[in-house]
Nanobody, 119 residues
Framework: QVQLVESGGGLVQRGESLRLSCAAS????????MSWVRQPPGKGPEWISA????????RYADSVKGRFTISRDNAKNTVYLQMNSLKPEDTAVYFC????????????WGQGTQVTVSS
């Protein structure tokens, strides 16, 4: 039914770039604020970015501001995360999230994609 599928992760060296994608289906994508959350190995989840439904307003965690860019294409039901100037501390599993509603307060989550940055 509802699916969020992340892709684009991989192994890169410090300073390189990756572009993550999250393809959504099974719900009205354009009605949801979308976020990216990451979880480094052995640590808790860290929210890193969000984008509004249609206004284009975005927010970023200080740790990625100026390096990462979130975007969405509602016609394609897809949210993206362009990651530049990657650092080893960016190593994590990256998840996309559709914000919860009163009927689904837990929101929707993908399975995650691994990003590893070597030094």
């Amino acid at each position: 039914q509802v699916q969020l599928v992340e892709s684009g992760g991989g192994l890169v060296q410090r300073g390189e770039s990756l572009r993550l994608s999250c393809a959504a289906s099974g719900f009205t994508f354009g009605w949801y604020v979308m976020s990216w959350v990451r979880q480094p190995p052995g640590k808790g989840p860290e929210w890193i970015s969000a984008i509004d439904t249609g206004s284009g307003v975005t927010r970023y965690a200080d740790s990625v501001k100026g390096r990462f860019t979130i975007s969405r294409d509602n016609a394609k039901n897809t949210v993206y995360l362009q990651m530049n100037s990657l650092k080893p501390e960016d190593t994590a599993v990256y998840f996309c999230n559709a914000a919860g509603t009163i009927l689904h307060p837990e929101g929707y989550w993908g399975q995650g994609t691994q990003v590893t940055v070597s030094s």
